[in-house]
Structure formats: C-alpha cells, structure tokens
T-cell receptor, first 115, second 112 residues
C-alpha cells in the first residue's frame, strides 16, 4: 500500500546529543512537511519542501534542520535536543499543495524522548 | 496566537446520536478547511474538507458546515458510532501557501 513511513516510531536521546528522524513516502508526492506536536497542543508546522525548495517557518528554532535527498525521503535533524524538544514529530505529504482540493497524508509519527 | 481554535477538548455522545465538533478561526484569509481524525499511535487521517466558496459539504455520515461571517466551522457526525471515537483536528489554509494551521483537537468518545 502506498503510504508515509516514519522511523523510528520511538526515539530516545540524551540532552544535547544530535538525533535524526526519517520519513519516507511511496506516494510520489511533491510536498513533504514536518510537524511538531506536544501533548494536548496543535500540530505545529516546522518546515516543508516543495520538491527541493525548502520553506522554513519563521519561528522554527535553528536547532531544527531538514534534508530531502530525493522525492521519497525527508529527514529531520535536531542538532542539540533540549528537554523542550520532547514531542511527537509528524511527517506529512501532499500533491496538490495549496489548491482547494488538497489533503495531507500523515505518517504515524515518531515520539521523541529527551533524557 | 492561535489562529484555529477548538474550544472543547472533549465530547461524549451516545451511539446513534449526533456528534457536533466545533472550530473557530481568526484569519479571514483562510479559504480552505479540513477535518482530520486521529486514533492513538497513528497519524491523522483526512476526513472531509470544505472550500470557502461553499457553506456545506457532505460525505456519508460526515457533514462540514462553514459560516464565514462567524469564522466558524463545524463537523456533524450522524449517526455516531463507537468506531468514531478518536481525536478530531480541524485545519485551515490559505490557498497557494502550502501551510496548514491546526487546532488543538477535540477528543470524541462515542458511548455504546
């Protein structure tokens, strides 16, 4: 089945130790998104790629970086995780981004714990 | 600055009755709205959407109503089923921006 896959599902890291979360898609969608969701809060958009064009949200900390080596894969790098970065990280894709019939397809998320 | 608000964190409804989930927004530029459903340990899945040129969109048991003057949308589920128990997020977008702003979600519990 075509889908959005996130690995790992659970990630534990130490304070200040770099961590990379991965997302892959078999949908061949041109837009990929990373969201951060903390408990009982709305998913917050960190950045998105339209093909290879990277779009960072103004309030996304510099500690968060992303790479998209090809259409299928997108990575979220947290350079120096702090305790406040513990959250669920959701990857999503879309193909008609910005049109009135768009929808996003989400992966299951990676829950990050920072010790 | 929460541009999309879901003021009810939770809702309980009897099976077979109507569930009404509400969402308010502040940005008058939003012209496309979506509802997502999320089960535990899964990502959100798309449920239904509505463009600002419409005030109603139906898909089976799910209907979304949009009141632009009040900047308010609602999701009606009729009849509610136990399998509808999940967290429901509304999201809003300005066409062409590729950005979706989400609400905090409403946890719906349908009681058998």
């Amino acid at each position: 089945d075509a889908m959005v896959i996130q690995n790992p599902r659970y990630q534990v890291t130490q304070f200040g130790k770099p961590v990379t979360l991965s997302c892959s898609q078999t949908l061949n969608h041109n837009v990929m998104y990373w969201y951060q969701q903390k408990s009982s809060q709305a998913p917050k958009l960190l950045f998105h790629y339209y093909d290879k064009d990277f779009n960072n949200e103004a309030d996304t900390p510099d500690n968060f970086q992303s790479r998209r080596p090809n259409t299928s894969f997108c990575f979220l790098d947290i350079r120096s995780p702090g305790l406040g970065d513990a959250a669920m990280y959701l990857c999503a894709t879309s193909t008609l981004a910005g049109t009135s019939t768009d929808t996003q397809y989400f992966g299951p998320g990676t829950r990050l714990t920072v010790l | 600055d929460q541009q999309v608000k879901q003021n009810s964190p939770s809702l309980s409804v009897q099976e077979g009755r109507i569930s009404i989930l509400n969402c308010d927004y502040t940005n008058s530029m939003f012209d496309y709205f979506l509802w997502y459903k999320k089960y535990p340990a899964e990502g959100p899945t798309f449920l239904i959407s509505i463009s600002s040129i419409k005030d109603k969109n139906e898909d089976g048991r799910f209907t979304v109503f949009l009141n632009k003057s009040a900047k308010h949308l609602s999701l009606h589920i009729v009849p509610s089923q136990p399998g509808d128990s999940a967290v429901y997020f509304c999201a809003a977008s300005v066409s062409g921006t590729y950005k979706y702003i989400f609400g905090t979600g409403t946890r719906l519990k349908v009681l058998a």
